[in-house]
């Protein structure tokens, strides 16, 4: 007898995408018996910023560990500059930078020298596109330790401790940037020209940048995304302006009329304030309209999200908490 087969299907497999830098599917994690993450899904293209936030413990660390390839996952499809990370080798990882929560190596090292030998690691890695290390004297003045070249790291105050982590984690011209808590102890300058270098990593070479942080200001300056984490999920991923609008009115409009305060969101500013003073005139007085500010969002949804809250109780939330 003969049998004919049925013809293969043709899998068109998909392009491999360059721009796609990270590609996070239902991601999970299990410390022994207890779920950490229950599904985490998310993407980064070459050159966004994203701030990854969240309560303690959410599992923000767990999640940068896991796309490192410093842990493994117990579920989900994860991509990283489209390798597996717990998988991939040493080409793949010298176009990956990390910088940790703390770090206390080296104390005997001088600045300069420690840069530059960590840097040499990277020379064979160089492509025509990325000369690698980057060069000691111009990473020294990009994160403001020109002056403390010659000193021992053991030496450095903790800020410039910090700016060292951050060149150790750039010597080798990531593609990929992971920053956990970068600015932990940085005095306002510091932080700002920082917040400089992190914005030149992106726009002039590209850089991806997943950050981890408590100071929510940061994220809405730094960040091109927002993924709040909570619950075991991503709650929201957008930006600033995005988020603020999925909970509640844009604005909040304050004012007095005879000492009396009142506080209001809403979506249209304008609108109302034209009728505020088409009702009250000029007894209406320190008239204020404020956007939601990433702080507002952030607590509404971690809120509606930690108490399971229907819909809508975020935008009361949020009235509360102006009033
Ligand atoms: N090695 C481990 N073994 C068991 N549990 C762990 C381990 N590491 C983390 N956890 C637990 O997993 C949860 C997530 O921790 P993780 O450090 O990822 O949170 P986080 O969002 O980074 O927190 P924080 O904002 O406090 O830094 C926490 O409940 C933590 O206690």
């Not at 996070?24 to 990854?52: I, K, Q």
């Not at 002056?147 to 800020?159: D, M, N």
């Amino acid at each position: 007898m003969t049998t004919v087969r049925e013809p293969e299907p043709v899998h068109q497999a998909d392009p491999p995408d360059d721009d796609l830098v990270l590609d996070v599917r239902d991601l999970r994690m299990r410390y022994g018996t207890t779920d950490v993450l229950h599904g985490v899904s998310f993407t980064a293209r070459r050159g966004e910023v994203l701030a990854l936030l969240g309560p303690n413990g959410a599992g923000k660390t767990t999640t940068i560990e896991i796309l490192e390839g410093f842990r493994l996952r117990s579920a989900g499809a994860v991509r990283v500059l489209g390798a597996d990370p717990g998988r991939a080798g040493e080409i793949w990882r010298a176009r990956v930078g990390v910088v940790l929560q703390s770090w206390r190596d080296h104390g005997k090292w001088r600045v300069r020298e420690l840069l530059a030998h960590l840097g040499s690691f990277y020379a064979a890695y160089s492509t025509d596109r990325i000369r690698r290390p980057w060069e000691v004297d111009e990473l020294l003045a990009a994160v403001g330790l020109t002056e403390q070249a010659g000193r021992r790291v053991r030496q450095l105050s903790g800020g410039q401790r910090r700016r060292l982590d951050v060149a150790v984690g750039i010597v080798g011209r990531p593609e990929l940037l992971f920053l956990d808590e970068p600015t932990v102890g940085f005095d306002p300058a510091a932080r700002r020209e920082f917040h400089d270098l992190v914005h030149r990593l992106a726009d002039l070479d590209d850089t991806t940048i997943l950050l981890t942080t408590h100071d929510l200001d940061e994220a809405e300056k730094l960040a091109d995304r927002i993924l709040i984490l909570a619950g075991g999920r991503i709650i929201a991923d957008g930006s600033a302006d995005q988020l603020a609008r999925q909970v509640a009115g844009e604005a909040e409009v304050r004012w007095s009329i005879d000492g009396d305060r009142f506080v209001h969101a809403t979506a249209d500013a304008t609108r109302f304030v034209r009728e505020l003073f088409r009702q009250h005139g000029d007894a209406v007085d320190d008239l204020e309209v404020r956007r939601t500010s990433l702080e507002d969002t952030y607590m509404a949804m971690v809120y509606e999200q930690e108490t399971g809250a229907a819909g809508g109780a975020a935008v009361r939330a949020l009235e509360e908490s102006g009033r």
